[in-house]
């Protein structure tokens, strides 16, 4: 258990569907992270919330949508998915203090397949 | 952009002692994590090191060399357990963290 929790753990989804995927951190956290992870690649940043504001947004296509209503909780919208798309989405956290010594927190991820 | 490599794939056996190494090539440095990853779990924080030198944490052990843009992860006493995906992963001068693609370790009994 690491604190972070997301759900669903497994998606499956048509190109055209429209569906959420949810993270919550328990650990009173000040910053939030989307990762991709794709079979044998490294983790690519997606996008990061430091007090609730999007501070990133590594040139992720507009069919990924994140919203962060609060420093707990992060929301990744999806529309219009394509097939290369299908990876584990991971949310993590982190207390960042500008060190560069904070680590993260990751979620167990949202294994999603876009059919 | 980053460069962070690592081998994809070790095998050892129980008992054994395996090194993972990670060389990179960053816009800067501020610190190297080391995380362990198991099949269909989260990644979880094993090691950083930001100094030169060699960090020990029980069983595990992480060393840096800045100048030479190197690391490893050596992994003593191997059980089962271990056989996991480890992961290296850089911060740049600009705090941005990047990861390797990840290195599979296979433990045998």
């Known amino acids: 258990e690491t604190g972070v929790t997301q759900t669903p753990r497994h998606l499956f989804m048509g190109m055209t569907n429209k569906k959420s995927l949810k993270c919550e951190q328990h650990?009173?956290?000040?910053?939030m992270y989307w990762y991709k992870q794709s079979a044998k690649k490294p983790l690519e940043l997606m996008f990061v919330?430091?007090?609730?504001?999007?501070?990133e947004n590594n040139s992720v296509p507009s069919r990924f949508s994140p919203e962060c209503p609060n420093s707990s909780h992060l929301f990744l919208h999806l529309h219009t998915l394509q097939p290369e798309d299908s990876a584990l989405y991971l949310c993590?956290?982190?207390?960042?203090?500008?060190?560069?010594?904070?680590?993260?927190?990751f979620g167990s991820g949202t294994q999603l397949s876009v059919l | 952009g980053q460069n962070i490599d690592q081998p994809t794939e070790m095998t050892a056996t129980e008992g054994a002692i395996v090194q993972i190494n990670c060389t990179y090539q960053?816009?800067?440095?501020?610190?190297l994590f080391w995380y362990q990853q198991h099949a269909g779990e989260a990644p979880t924080f094993l090691s950083y090191?930001?100094?030169?030198g060699l960090e020990e944490k029980g069983r595990f052990s992480s060393f840096l060399s800045r100048s030479k843009g190197y690391s490893y992860l050596l992994l003593k006493e191997l059980q089962m357990k271990d056989s996991a995906s480890y992961l290296c992963?850089?911060?740049?001068?600009?705090?941005?963290?990047?990861f390797g693609a990840g290195t599979t370790v296979t433990v045998r009994a």
């Open positions: 993590a956290s982190s207390q960042e203090g500008g060190t560069g010594a904070e680590k993260l927190f």
């Open positions: 650990l009173g956290h000040n910053a």
């Open positions: 919330y430091n007090f609730k504001e999007q501070t």
């Open positions: 960053t816009s800067g440095f501020n610190g």
């Open positions: 090191n930001v100094l030169d």
């Open positions: 992963a850089v911060r740049d001068r600009d705090y941005k963290l990047s």
